[in-house]
């Protein structure tokens, strides 16, 4: 489990975006911070896409923690990142950077994640990029 999040996040920070798509089950559900979940994973892969295009980021500071059955864990990390393309019902874009902590929750069966939930503070976010 704890290799699977490591793995995971190494694939986000070095961009492989296929790599990340393929530790997903196929039904994985995705939980956004302080929005909706969805369901599926060429779904997450139309996210991962429009967060190419607005975003730069890389994790730093990752800590994972277990369940002792395998079937849970959760990260604490923080993001450093620039805000590079104005996202949909946010802030302009000026390339504002920003380092951010961030908690994330997964469940996990057959070896693949079924649920991510990301958790990180909007308001500070808005603080940092100038909002």
């Known amino acids: 489990m704890k290799s699977l999040i ?4 190494a694939a986000f920070n070095s961009g492989d975006r296929e790599a990340m798509l393929a530790m997903l089950a196929e039904n994985v559900v995705h939980e956004i911070n302080e929005g909706h ?3 599926g994973r060429d779904t997450f892969r139309a996210f991962l896409q429009r967060m190419d295009l ?9 800590v994972i923690f277990g369940h002792e059955g395998g ?5 604490e990390f923080y993001i450093r990142g620039k805000y590079v ?4 019902g946010l802030p302009e874009a000026t390339g504002q950077e920003y ?4 908690g994330a ?7 693949k994640i079924t649920r991510v939930t ?10 940092l990029v100038g909002a």
Request: charged share 35%.
């Open 54 to 62: 607005c975003y730069e980021e890389s994790v730093e500071e990752l």
């Open 71 to 75: 079937e849970r864990a959760a990260a």
């Open 6 to 9: 490591e793995s995971y996040y």
């Open 105 to 111: 929750f997964f469940e996990i069966a057959d070896g």
């Open 118 to 127: 990301n958790y990180y503070n909007l308001r500070t976010w808005l603080r």
């Open 37 to 39: 979940a969805e369901t």
């Open 85 to 88: 393309s104005t996202d949909e």
């Open 99 to 102: 380092y951010l902590r961030v």
